[in-house]
């Protein structure tokens, strides 16, 4: 792991909190200002270890994490995936042990929030406190879907939601091209997100790839058919609580009132416009 100094955190622009339509420059200039430091990280390395005190916060800024949690007969359950722009942690925020652990699946960079700068921040920049907590619900808006396809959906529509949601979360910060993004997630880590063993991932792979769906291979993560795959699993927006999605690029969804807030078209899949700021709501 090396260590820098923050500096302007290029990186940051890309994160959620930053994209937040609420914050102004003033705002960003102070994030960017509270954010202790600049971690270069190697893939395997814990940014948190499973019940160890933290104080801080870590914000993806490239690369891939996972949370991870450690059960009693040493089986590993992955409860969420970080991407680019990500908080790691935003339980830490409020709490000094947390029961998971965040590792790193891939290289990547990390910008550190103390959490005692966190707090004087959203003290003085009440729109960066409510972007966090915005943050703080989308991510649990998360946290049900992915409940949602552990309690009832089939394998296929597990790997199907997965794959439909990660585009979408990459092209936010733009790190997916066209229908295909880099995926460094291995079987066995995909079956630890979906609770399924790593051989019935590779068998509804290979059966999603049979039917011209999506292809995962070679680490990379290739959608053919966006409108099928996504109706397969039945995968909505609405869930992950986008403002805008790009009318060129839209996804073709099964009919839903709640995604009234979407401009919709007939198109081949989820185009978000990154640069914008946009292109998401006050997270």
């Not at 585009?167 to 079987?187: E, F, M």
């Not at 991932?201 to 039917?211: A, D, G």
Request: proline share 5%; charged share 20%; aromatic share 6%.
């Amino acid at each position: 792991m090396t260590t820098a100094s923050a500096g302007n955190l290029p990186g940051l622009k890309a994160t959620r909190p930053w994209l937040s339509a609420n914050l102004d420059a003033a705002d960003r200039n102070a994030l960017a200002r509270a954010c202790g430091d600049i971690r270069t990280v190697s893939a395997g390395t814990d940014l948190l270890r499973q019940d160890a005190p933290t104080n801080a916060l870590h914000i993806l800024l490239d690369g891939w994490a996972a949370r991870y949690k450690i059960m009693e007969d040493g089986s590993r359950f992955i409860p969420a995936l970080a991407v680019p722009g990500d908080i790691c942690d935003l339980d830490a925020l409020r709490f000094g042990q947390l029961d998971y652990g965040v590792t790193m699946l891939s290289a990547g960079t990390v910008a550190v929030l103390p959490r005692q700068r966190a707090d004087a921040l959203f003290a003085t920049n009440p729109a960066i406190a409510d972007a966090f907590w915005s943050l703080a619900l989308a991510e649990n808006s998360i946290l049900t879907e992915w409940a949602a396809s552990m309690g009832r959906r089939s394998a296929s529509q597990r790997v199907a939601h997965l794959l439909c949601e990660l585009l979408v979360r990459l092209v936010i910060v733009g790190k997916a091209g066209g229908h295909s993004y880099d995926l460094p997630l291995t079987q066995e880590q995909i079956a630890d997100a979906l609770g399924l063993t790593s051989v019935h991932v590779n068998r509804t792979l290979h059966s999603l790839r049979s039917m011209n769906l999506v292809t995962v291979q070679h680490r990379r993560a290739t959608i053919h058919d966006w409108a099928a795959l996504s109706a397969l699993c039945g995968f909505r927006l609405s869930y992950l609580h986008l403002e805008t999605v790009d009318d060129e690029f839209a996804p073709e969804l099964p009919p839903s009132g709640a995604r009234s807030r979407h401009r919709v078209t007939q198109a081949s899949g989820p185009t978000l416009r990154p640069s914008s700021t946009s292109a998401l709501s006050a997270l």
